[in-house]
């Protein structure tokens, strides 16, 4: 049987993967994730500051909580991605560069591996197995793939309303504070 081109897919991915961690290095793409990390945290932890000033621009709750979540975000991801980029840079430029460079290419074939084998979860999910093309299904790649997006599927949770309850929480606990501003709907703050 010959290569198909999901095995040529996952070749190229995992090897581009491997070849841009090893030339970033490992210490620069950790602290690259790092910098994703750090600003989402801060931007949960922080939103809340923002969210007065920016519902002062803007009316819809919904779209002012995520501009606020937005804007905290990238501000933080900025500064914080250039603090990571001077220190992966004196990594690279150190004795052990070759090191981190080698342990990147590692990183970046898991990377790579990581990146298809979700992608084969989202195509399991959509596509059944006997609807999917040819291409796909007879894949030498394709019984790993699907071993292993099988392994996260089960660690995932089996209910996902957990975050649109969530996200209704935190949108249900700015209400009250913003009810006192609201004026037009109720008749007795109408003054008619």
């Known amino acids: 049987m010959f290569m ?3 095995d040529g897919l996952v070749i190229v991915v ?3 993967s491997a070849f841009l961690a090893m030339v970033r290095g490992f210490s620069r793409e950790v602290l690259s994730l790092a910098s994703w990390v750090i600003a989402a945290i801060a931007a949960v932890l922080l939103y809340k500051n923002l969210l007065p000033f920016v519902e002062a621009y803007l009316s819809n709750k919904t779209i002012a909580l995520i501009a606020s979540l937005a804007i905290i975000f990238v501000i933080v991801f900025i500064i914080v991605s250039i603090i990571t980029m001077k220190i ?3 990594i690279i430029d150190s004795r052990i560069g070759a090191l981190d460079r080698t342990v990147g290419f590692i990183f970046g074939i ?6 298809m084998v979700i992608a084969m979860l989202l195509v399991n999910q959509l596509i059944k197995p006997e609807d999917q093309a040819p291409w796909l299904k007879d894949a030498k790649t394709k019984p790993m793939l699907d071993s292993m997006s099988n392994k996260i599927w089960d660690l995932l949770p089996k209910d996902p309303d957990w975050i649109f309850d969530k996200a209704s ?3 249900k606990k700015d209400e009250p504070s913003n009810a006192d501003n609201s004026v037009g709907d109720n008749p007795a703050q109408s003054g008619d």
């Open 4 to 6: 198909t081109a999901l």
């Open 14 to 16: 995992i090897l581009f």
């Open 88 to 90: 992966a840079d004196v």
């Open 110 to 115: 898991v990377r790579g591996l990581f990146i």
């Open 169 to 171: 929480s935190v949108l």
